[in-house]
């Protein structure tokens, strides 16, 4: 919140001599515990020390002592008191009140300009150490989940399950990282478009850094945040209305039926790949070589200089492909939802190939059709023949990589081994293991197909383009 002041030690008194100076437009918040400033999202900090109790008077001049330059944060301290030449520079201090009364607007506007810098360079869990940075999260995850879900105990699991495999692979830091990242974007209302494993993640999509549901396909109230599972669906956009047996409201279907392990689980560490604007090429490469991870990564950190349209650093891709002027100003005010459906399929199938083709039905078959679009066969004509020999329609194909682990864990298989098979199949290198019960069952033209690919799309990152799509195009109309 940018236009947010946060005031410690203050009397009610003189907060109210404060709030006759403040500017239209800004607001004053009190925070009683001055700790809490450490990490507060908030143009600047005003701490009237003689207000705080001696230990938190100590605690903050240790801390800043400890960060030094390194407090990129605009604090403005009041305190009659004489402080060490070490915190000179670190942030303006002021003899009483009444001093710094007369130069409020010029700090504000001070403020206001370094605050865009702040919030890029340096965002709000720069100075925490790595269990402040854990604790803050897992408090924004849980207000995020709550909000959207309740406490449906389903999903609760799951977000438990990637904050877990989180965990496992010292993963929590570089997401805080994206997390700051995505505020800034959309606070400066600088277009982006996610890809990499992070499109299947629960917990980005709490976060709001990407806008594909993950849930298997459910009725939500968005009223009671009911939730009725619809397991026979292949897509939740497909569900139709209900009326909400709780409330009454109208619930709308929702969720994709994305595996969660491709987030992030047994050992591997998610990725982040952002398609920015061109022009932005600058501020992320600044953004990359004075970010506070830095601190975390060390030599992994470090990496190769910018070439060409890409840039890498650590665990993370940048990409920049975009043109501004074709994004419109709303972009991050659209949700795409059930009732975009037809917008949808409509803005998929406005291509020569559907002509010779049946357009598809639904989201489902949609999304089934992109997928084997993308899908590259060792031999197209033997995969000709396994659609010819079986009469197979368009529903039943697996044509993206999350259904090879439905189909895996149908055939008995456990979540680990079911996962290994969908990535040996999608990097082309079939099925690793055969049982018996695959090669009679009634899919069993299903092996021989997966055997043939050489490539397969996860379905998360052919939504994640249709709804970014959908954002493109609302300039045009």
């Known amino acids: 919140m940018n236009n947010r002041i946060a005031v410690y030690g203050f009397t009610e008194e003189q907060l109210m001599l404060l709030a006759e100076h403040i500017p239209e437009g800004y607001v004053c918040k009190k925070y009683d515990d001055a700790v809490g400033l450490i990490g507060t999202h908030c143009l600047c900090n005003i701490i009237c020390s003689e207000g705080l109790d001696t230990k938190a008077r100590e605690f903050l001049d240790s801390f800043y002592l400890d960060v030094g330059e390194n407090a990129d944060e605009q604090v403005i301290w009041i305190d009659s008191q004489t402080k060490p030449p070490e915190l000179e520079g670190v942030y303006f201090h002021y003899n009483s009140l009444s001093k710094l009364l007369p130069e409020l607007k010029m700090v504000l506007e001070r403020a206001q300009k370094h605050y865009t810098i702040q919030q890029m360079y340096c965002g709000p869990f720069a100075f925490l150490p790595k269990l402040g940075i854990e604790e803050i999260l897992e408090d924004e995850l849980r207000d995020a989940r709550q909000n959207k879900y309740g406490r449906e105990p389903e999903i609760f699991k799951r977000v438990r ?26 606070q400066n209302k600088h277009p982006y478009r996610l890809g990499g ?103 992994q950190w470090e990496a190769a200089q910018p070439y060409e349209d890409h840039l890498a650093r650590g665990n993370m891709l940048f990409r920049f492909e975009l043109d501004r002027n074709e994004i419109s100003p709303e972009f991050y005010g659209i949700n795409i939802g059930s009732n975009s459906k037809a917008e ?109 690919i050489d490539w397969m799309p996860s379905k998360a990152i052919l939504l994640q383009r249709l709804f970014f799509g959908i954002k493109r195009k609302i300039k045009e109309k």
């Open 161 to 186: 399950q990637e904050w877990t495999a989180l965990l496992e692979v010292d993963a929590i830091s570089e997401l805080a990282a994206v997390d700051e990242l995505i505020t800034w974007l959309k």
């Open 344 to 452: 949808l399929i409509q803005m998929a199938t406005n291509d020569e190939y559907y002509h010779k083709n049946p357009y598809p039905k639904d989201m489902g078959e949609l999304l089934t059709q992109l997928g084997f679009r993308k899908t590259l066969w060792k031999e197209d004509e033997v995969t000709r023949n396994i659609f010819l020999q079986n009469k197979i329609s368009w529903r039943n194909i697996p044509a993206c990589r999350e259904e090879v682990f439905f189909y895996l864990k149908e055939h008995d298989f456990i979540d680990k081994d079911a996962f290994r098979g969908m990535t040996s199949v999608r990097k082309g290198k079939g099925l690793p293991v055969v049982t018996e019960n695959m090669r009679t069952a009634e899919d069993y033209w299903k092996v021989d197909y997966f055997n043939q």
């Open 197 to 299: 494993t992070a499109v299947c993640g629960m917990i980005p999509y709490l976060l709001g850094i990407h806008d594909v549901n993950p849930l298997p396909s459910h009725l939500y109230c968005s009223e009671c945040q009911k939730v009725i599972w619809k397991d026979d669906y292949k897509d939740g956009f497909d569900i139709p209305p209900e009326v909400c047996p709780e409330c009454g409201g109208l619930m709308q279907g929702d969720g994709h039926n994305l595996v969660w392990q491709e987030y992030a689980s047994y050992g591997r560490v998610p990725t982040y790949v952002f398609y920015l604007p061109y022009d932005m090429k600058p501020l992320i490469s600044d953004w990359l070589d004075n970010h506070w991870l830095r601190k975390y990564m060390g030599d």
